[in-house]
């Protein structure tokens, strides 16, 4: 069993950066890929961003290449998730997930473990 616990989320202006945790216990993360998805009001929960540790690789969506980073820190059983040059359309509650597959890293089905999510509001 893995817990998530994420934290870092808060109210930020237009073109602001966050940076979003999602700290482990129970097992190290190392052992699972890790992801970021987000969810806005109506909508369906979305990928943003994953870190494979088996083959040492980040992928993420298009709507956030170049501005959102995934990042880990094995000693510290933690993953983050640098957000920059947020806009309106960035505002959702964000997960982080903890997954084995079967299946497609961008889908929500990879993933086994899932935190409670943490609110990210970017107003202007």
């Known amino acids: 069993q893995v817990q998530l616990v994420e934290s870092g989320g808060g109210l930020v202006q237009t073109g602001g950066s966050q940076r979003l945790s999602c700290a482990a216990s129970g097992r190290a993360l190392s052992r699972y890929n890790m992801g970021w998805f987000r969810q806005a009001p109506g909508k369906e929960r979305e990928f943003v961003a994953v870190?494979?540790?088996?083959?040492?690789?980040?992928y993420y969506a298009d709507s956030v290449k170049g501005r959102f980073t995934i990042s880990g820190d094995n000693a510290k059983n933690t993953v983050y998730l640098q957000m920059t040059s947020l806009n309106a359309e960035d505002t959702a509650v964000y997960y982080c997930?903890?997954?084995?597959?079967?299946?497609?890293?961008?889908?929500?089905?990879?993933?086994?473990?899932w935190g409670q999510g943490t609110q990210v509001t970017v107003s202007s």
């Open positions: 997930a903890a997954g084995q597959g079967p299946g497609l890293l961008y889908k929500p089905t990879y993933y086994n473990y």
């Open positions: 870190i494979s540790w088996s083959v040492g690789s980040t």
